[in-house]
């Protein structure tokens, strides 16, 4: 008998984006104290933990193209990262 793998998954896509957005913060704590160090740092930190919040924006879309020009923002922040 096949399980359903989706069933089996440990995280969905929100609990994913939010240890995300930690495992960001955490790199960042790492990074030198330097110009360049700290410009990378505001970067990472701004666009890494803006697309669990992005995401929460789009669960409450007003319509499918809301929804979707949301989920287009979120993975432009991920991208960016």
Known sequence: MMKDKSKD??????D???????RIINVVE???NTRAGN?????????????????????S?????DFIHKMKVALKELRET
């Open 9 to 14: 998954r440990k995280y969905d896509l929100e």
């Open 30 to 32: 790492t990074l030198p």
């Open 61 to 65: 879309a007003e319509s499918r193209k």
């Open 39 to 59: 410009h990378i740092a505001g970067q990472l930190v701004r666009s890494g933990t803006a697309a669990a919040p992005n995401y929460g924006e789009a669960q």
């Open 16 to 22: 994913r984006l939010v240890d995300f957005s930690v």
